[in-house]
């Protein structure tokens, strides 16, 4: 299996400052045939289940604030948060699908 | 609005068994496969199981495989999950989430609420 490995575990950010949470996977994830990288990215809020938010590595979900961005190739990967607000508080995974599905182990994002 | 919502949790004892449900709506449920993946207590994502929109092709988790059977009733518009020989790290909150795509694997664009499975004497 593909493991998928996040850090920090956790960050404190300031309202309106910048959150960059990365992903690094133990081989790629990037099909040569389709040029395109398997990986994603949730946000899960206490209680509730995973919601998504990038996928392709850097595609947009439909109906997410512009402010999450995701980029990267190959092994390596970030989400951003442009400007934090209080309602991205939560906990983000990344999850590869290149082969049997595996999620990173979280990254609990808190205000600071 | 696309909603799935699961059912079935529960307390069972190690050995035991258990089939967990989850009823799609919002969409056309045979069109699209369909995943169970889940969460113990307090630690992160596991998947488990994919099923094909026509059952053809079915994937399993190492962690389950031989021990759990995924199945699904389009004209029910229902996923199901057989749980057999339960383990205490079986104990997870257990989401069915929608595939976007076919065969292989893809993330997941939809997810239930979960419904608690605690496996314990």
């Known amino acids: 299996d593909i493991v998928m490995t996040q850090s920090p575990d956790s960050l404190a950010v300031s309202l309106g400052e910048r959150a960059t949470i990365n992903c690094k996977s133990s081989?790629?994830?990037?099909?040569?045939?389709?040029?395109?990288?398997?990986l994603a990215w949730y946000q899960q809020k206490p209680g509730r289940p995973p919601k998504l938010l990038i996928y392709?590595?850097?595609t947009r979900e439909s109906g997410v604030p512009d402010r999450f961005s995701g980029s990267g190739s190959g092994t390596d990967f970030t989400l951003t948060i442009s400007t934090l607000q209080a309602e991205d508080v939560a906990v983000y995974y990344c999850?590869?699908?290149?082969?049997?599905?595996?999620f990173g182990q979280g990254t609990k994002v808190e205000i600071k | 609005e696309v909603q799935l919502v699961e059912s079935g949790g529960g307390l069972v004892q190690p050995g035991g068994s258990l089939r967990l449900s989850c009823v799609a709506s919002?969409?056309?449920?045979?069109?699209?496969?369909m995943s169970w993946v889940r969460q113990a207590p307090g630690k992160g994502l596991e998947w488990v199981s994919k099923?094909?929109?026509?059952?053809?092709?079915?994937y399993y988790a190492d962690s389950v495989k031989g021990r759990f059977t995924i199945s699904r009733d389009n004209a029910k518009n229902s996923l199901y999950l057989q749980m057999n020989s339960l383990r205490d790290e079986d104990t997870a909150v257990y989401f069915c989430?929608?595939?976007?795509?076919?065969?292989?694997?893809?993330?997941?664009?939809?997810w239930g609420q979960g419904t608690l499975v605690t496996v314990s004497s």
């Open positions: 989430a929608r595939d976007p795509y076919g065969s292989g694997f893809y993330y997941f664009d939809y």
């Open positions: 919002g969409f056309t449920f045979s069109d699209y496969s």
């Open positions: 099923i094909r929109s026509s059952s053809s092709i079915i």
């Open positions: 081989q790629t994830v990037l099909y040569s045939s389709t040029n395109k990288n398997y």
């Open positions: 392709w590595a850097s």
């Open positions: 999850q590869q699908y290149h082969s049997t599905p595996t």
